[in-house]
């Protein structure tokens, strides 16, 4: 077992010698090997380990006795452990939502609050093969396309999934083997819970009566369908900086560019537009076949869309607004545009080709010179070339375009903002960094920086972020060059 997972571990680059992990831990079995595991991971790794319980408040003595349970199995292998307690079910009533998701919110607002604490950790949560199969069913059941099919990815973002390729019965093997205990959940039993009766019922009957390694052939497929879905997101991306030009209300898809599109990449691309504009929920296939029929209408036609948004057929192709309400789009005073810089796809204000007002964000057009602060920033897109050494310059620097995901600015500091400060995304507030670098605080409120959203890309004069250095896998790179770019630090 220890042998499998430290190779799963390796394969997907889950934790980095020094690293630091936050690990789930509820009490039940798969949580407990995930924690013992860990923990002689970690120390092979020199990394650093620490537990996280959550209290639900649900379950009255039976949830006590887990979190005593836990605090003394960590006690025992002298692991450090944080404790939450949260009233689920206050919550899943105020915010109308069940109480499987109000517990998941929870769940992972302490995980992320403890990742925080140890200064940027990746959390590591306990789903299996058996979870993955049930993830991909229940997604199906429901109504999915290739997206939810994928199940559970091994990482994603800060969350790492170590036990994913381990069946639920080797993990009860393994801790029989130790003699080891845990908790069960009584609520796991109850078939009230879609998930539970898919786990208790449904996969159990494909194994006996169907196929008896269904659950790990499903669990592959849903990794191969991860892979297709990664090279279908990279081309709808693609069609995107081709096809579209996004606006201050919305965007526009143009026509010529679009019939061109085999038609997968023409209903992802309508689906990415939509998320460019205010978001995917409530959004279904429906709404995608509408903005397929109103291009084939004639101009002046329209469709009112999920979240207030609106499309109308145009001469040249489609223009799809967001809603009229900021509340309804998700935005807020002093936000960013939700959208991403291309050479096809940003027209530049007039009132942001001068001088650029404080607090006012100046979208980014490639190539381009912006006079910003007094300094004149360029830009240019160029092609990666393999082995080629990237220069360290104060004042010129490259990035991989490709990990650009919304709309480039350059603009003043704003609550949120962030930089990743190493390679397993570890994050720090751009307050604390500039605190950290001793910068005065008058000279914070004075500094231009390059924003994509809250993460910053660049503090011209001290560092860029980790999260969009040019690696050997970079295929296009932005250079960024302030006054000329010839300090060379």
């Known amino acids: 077992m220890l042998d499998r997972v430290r190779a799963y571990v390796k394969e997907h680059q889950m934790i980095e010698p020094g690293g630091k992990v936050a690990a789930g831990v ?41 979190e005593a349970f836990v605090r003394e199995l960590c006690a025992r292998e002298v692991i450090p452990l944080r404790v939450f307690s949260f009233d689920v079910r206050e919550r899943a009533a105020r915010e109308k939502l069940s109480l499987e998701e109000a517990g998941r919110l929870c769940r992972y607002e302490a995980f992320r609050e403890t990742a925080a604490e140890l200064g940027g950790a990746r959390i590591a949560v306990a789903h299996h093969a058996d979870d993955q199969a049930e993830t991909v069913l229940f997604h199906l059941f429901r109504g999915t396309g290739i997206r939810g099919l994928c199940g ?41 819970y879609t998930r539970n009766r898919i786990r208790s019922e449904i996969l159990p009957c494909a194994a006996a009566h169907i196929n008896a ?25 693609e069609a995107f900086r081709l ?26 691309l309508l689906r990415l ?11 279904e296939r429906v709404h995608i076949l509408i903005l397929l029929e109103l291009m084939e209408k004639q101009t002046g036609s329209r469709a009112d869309l999920p979240g207030g948004r609106q499309a109308r057929r145009e001469y040249r192709g489609i223009s799809l607004k967001r809603a009229a309400d900021p509340q309804s789009r998700g935005g807020g005073k002093g936000e960013a545009p939700d959208s991403r810089a291309g050479a096809e796809a940003l027209e530049m204000p007039e009132s942001l080709t001068g001088a650029g007002a404080a607090g006012i964000p100046a979208p980014v057009k490639f190539p381009e010179s912006l006079r910003i602060g007094g300094r004149i920033w360029s ?24 990990k650009i995901k919304q709309c480039l600015v350059i603009r003043k500091r704003q609550p949120g903002d962030y930089l990743e400060i190493n390679r397993d995304h570890g994050r720090k507030k751009l307050k604390s960094y500039l605190v950290d670098e001793k910068v005065p605080a008058a000279e914070r409120e004075k500094l231009w920086l390059l924003a994509d959203g809250p993460h910053i890309l660049w503090v011209p004069g001290y560092r860029i972020s980790e999260g969009y250095k040019v690696t050997q896998d970079t295929e296009r790179i932005l250079k960024v060059q302030i006054d000329g770019g010839e300090n060379d630090g």
């Open 243 to 268: 096809c579209v030009r996004e606006e201050e209300e919305g965007c526009f898809l143009f026509e010529a560019g679009f019939e061109k599109l085999d038609p997968v990449l023409q209903r992802r």
């Open 379 to 402: 830009f240019s897109l160029e092609n990666a070339q393999k082995d080629k050494i990237i220069p360290q310059k104060t004042y010129t620097k490259w990035f991989d375009y490709d």
């Open 213 to 237: 390694r269904a659950v790990p052939h499903i669990a592959e497929a849903a990794g191969e369908l991860s892979e297709i879905e990664r090279f279908l997101e990279k081309r709808t991306e």
């Open 26 to 66: 509820s009490g039940g079995p798969d949580s407990i090997c995930l924690l013992l595991l860990l923990k002689e991971l970690c120390r092979e790794l020199e990394a650093c380990l620490c537990a996280v319980h959550v209290h639900h408040g649900l379950r009255g003595e039976e949830a006590d006795e887990d």
């Open 273 to 283: 537009c939509m998320e460019r504009t205010g978001g995917l929920k409530d959004v």
């Open 152 to 192: 559970m990815e091994p990482v994603h973002d800060d969350i790492i999934r170590p036990l994913l390729g381990v069946r639920r019965q080797e993990i009860l093997e393994w801790l029989e083997s130790r003699g080891l205990d845990w908790r069960t959940d009584s609520t796991n039993e109850s078939v009230e």
